[in-house]
């Protein structure tokens, strides 16, 4: 695998497919759970559980309902 790449040197076409954006950006990301955004190496990992992210967004948002 290549260096990690800056997710602003990414161009995407507009005027593609959806499905050709999708696989034309994957294809410069190279690795799209690590690049870099402006100067900061972005990597995206899961966790080993039960519990979906719909699961984790939901319980966030009750939290911040209760605090305000």
Not at 19 to 36: G, S
Not at 50 to 62: F, G, S
Request: hydrophobic share 40%; glycine share 2%.
């Amino acid at each position: 695998m290549g260096a990690v790449r800056d997710i602003h040197e990414i161009m995407i076409d507009a005027s593609l497919p959806k499905r050709e954006r999708i696989l034309d950006f994957l294809n410069q990301i190279e690795n799209p759970r690590e690049y870099e955004d402006d100067g900061v190496k972005v990597v995206l990992k899961y966790a080993d559980t039960e519990e979906t992210l719909t699961d984790r967004l939901v319980a966030y948002a009750n939290c911040m309902r209760m605090n305000h």
